[in-house]
């Protein structure tokens, strides 16, 4: 019997085998989870985007693998619907999702546009709120929710400009949306990972010198795998952690608990 034996949820946020979201699904997997998953729609009549996702999802025996892009308020409601013809009742959902456009991000937060700072706040903090109210009704049973954070969010990370914005608004989304569900047994819980190479992270500047700098300067001096951030949302999405709600923790070899000037060296 796995942690996840007999519960079923949905995973919105893998693109391919470096995907946070997919060390979470190879965990809650062989865990013994039920899994479907979203994904970005593919444009213009091509199916690269879904081939790439299939190609997580079949060693993993997902059947469920559906397109809904979360700035598209019909789109979550079309794969909600779906979910839950499919599914019935779910367990747990993953957010693992973030998108800013490169010349906002890769700019000093001084110079971010207008335009820029919306579409990156819609897609990385306010979709969480939209993904969390259209998945409850399908907790009929209580169960949990996670997102993805980053320590940018708490403090200022060079190169990670905006996205710190948006990952400073995703935690305390957390808390309210933690606070809004937890009458219905739904808890809402954020892993704040350390850096890991993924797609999405190469939009962010400077990028490899983060990596240098965690594994440099963190307690367990190393970077982390996306298999650690899985079983961190396990314990998360799991009855382990049945009072935890509201929560970000913290999947960082330690970085955050080290002053500036050890996180120099
Ligand atoms: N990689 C890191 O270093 C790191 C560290 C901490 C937190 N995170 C967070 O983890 C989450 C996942 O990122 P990742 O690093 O695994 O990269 P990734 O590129 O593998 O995942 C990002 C996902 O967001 C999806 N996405 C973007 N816009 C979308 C939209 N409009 N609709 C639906 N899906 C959309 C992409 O298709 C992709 O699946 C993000 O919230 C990211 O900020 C990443």
Redesign the pocket.
């Given at each position: 019997m796995g942690l996840f034996s007999g519960k079923k949820g949905i995973i919105?946020?893998?693109?391919?085998d470096?995907?946070?979201?997919t060390g979470i699904a190879k965990f809650l997997h062989a865990e013994g989870a039920q899994l479907g998953f979203s994904?970005?729609p593919d444009q213009d009549g091509k199916t690269r985007m879904a081939q790439r996702v299939q190609r997580v999802a079949e060693p993993l025996g997902v059947s469920f693998v559906k397109p809904?892009?979360?700035?598209s308020d019909q789109q979550i409601s079309e794969f909600f619907a779906a979910v839950q013809e499919s599914f019935g009742h779910i367990d747990f959902l993953v957010h693992?999702?973030?998108?800013a456009p490169l010349e906002d991000i890769r700019c000093p937060t001084l110079e971010a546009s207008r335009q820029g700072f919306h579409t990156a706040m819609d897609?990385?903090v306010y979709s969480f709120i939209a993904v969390a109210r259209a998945a409850a009704p399908l907790f009929e049973k209580g169960g949990a929710m996670v997102t993805?954070?980053?320590f940018g969010g708490e403090k200022v990370v060079h190169g990670y400009n905006m996205?710190g914005v948006c990952k400073a608004a995703l935690e305390m989304t957390t808390r309210y949306l933690a606070l809004d569900l937890g009458r219905k047994n739904i808890r809402v819980n954020a892993v704040s990972?350390?850096?890991?190479k993924?797609?999405?992270?190469s939009a962010v500047g400077e990028f490899s010198k983060m990596l240098d700098l965690q594994a440099d300067s963190a307690p367990l001096g190393r970077n982390i795998t996306t298999l650690e951030v899985g079983k961190a949302c396990g314990y998360l999405l799991s009855d382990l952690s049945s009072a935890t709600t509201g929560e970000i923790m913290h999947v960082d070899g330690g970085f955050n608990i080290m002053s500036a000037v050890g996180r120099n060296g």
């Open positions: 919105m946020g893998v693109v391919n470096f995907s946070l979201a994904h970005l809904c892009d979360v700035s693992s999702i973030a998108f897609i990385s993805l954070s980053y996205m990972a350390g850096p890991i993924t797609l999405a992270s």
